[in-house]
Each structure stands twice: as C-alpha cells, then as structure tokens.
Nanobody, 133 residues
Framework: QVQLLESGGGSVQSGGSLRLSCAGS????????MGWFRQVPGKEREGVAS???????SYADSVKGRFTISPGNAKNTLYLQMNSLKPEDTAMYYC???????????????????????????WGKGTLVTVSS
C-alpha cells in the first residue's frame, strides 16, 4: 500500500523558513513524478515544485528563487526548503508521487507540476504551513 507522510509544517513569520519532509513507502517506481503541492480552502490544488525520475526539476513561478526541492538520500524521500516565506504561502502542503508508463524525459518538464496528473491515491494527508505578516 502506497503511503506518503509529510512533516515539517508550522507557523512562521513573514521572511522565515521551513523545511518540509516527505517519506514514501509501499512502492518502487522506475519512472515517476514526485512533487509538492499546496491548497487553500476554496481554491484548486496547485503545483509548487516537482522532480521526475530523470532529475528534472520544475517550480511554480511564485516560488522560484525562494523554494528548493530535493530528493533525500533514503529511497522515496523528498524535501522542500522554503525560504523568504510570505503570507500568501499559507496553505496545506501535500506530497505526491505517481508512476509513469513512459520515460519521464519524454514528457513535458511541467507534467509533474500538474496536480491533475496524480491519482487520488497518490497523495499524502498534508502538513499545514501558516505564514503571518
């Protein structure tokens, strides 16, 4: 059974930093997308940062230069270093992973950043990030 467990959320002041962690278990994907997404009530879930099995990384324009996604040394782990946080970064943050039926390099570099490309069972339960001004 695929499980993704996020941790590291919390409350910080504007300009602060947080590091989110995601630990995945119950799967081995040879070609895959993995990413961080966020959602606020009343809005669609949006891609924040993603990485694929070919090592390509994509970021949402709103976080470029402030957030860094990185795979962990342990299998199926993923981190998101968030610096210079802003109140508009406040959201529930989700980790997701999905296997691909083709080599990830054949897909658009933004494919893994689209929430719609992940199935309903490909998500963790989320960790809340609150940034106060």
């Amino acid at each position: 059974q695929v499980q993704l467990l996020e941790s590291g959320g919390g409350s910080v002041q504007s300009g602060g930093s947080l590091r989110l962690s995601c630990a995945g278990s119950g799967y081995t994907y040879s070609s895959y997308c993995m990413g961080w997404f966020r959602q606020v009530p009343g809005k669609e879930r949006e891609g924040v940062a993603s990485v694929d099995s070919d090592g390509r990384i994509s970021y949402a324009d709103s976080v470029k230069g402030r957030f860094t996604i990185s795979p962990g040394n342990a299998k199926n782990t993923l981190y998101l270093q968030m610096n210079s946080l802003k109140p508009e970064d406040t959201a529930m943050y989700y980790c997701a992973a999905v296997p691909l039926g083709v080599a990830s390099a054949t897909l658009s570099s933004l494919y893994c950043l689209r929430a719609g490309n992940y199935g309903e069972d490909d998500w963790g339960k989320g960790t809340l990030v609150t940034v106060s001004s």
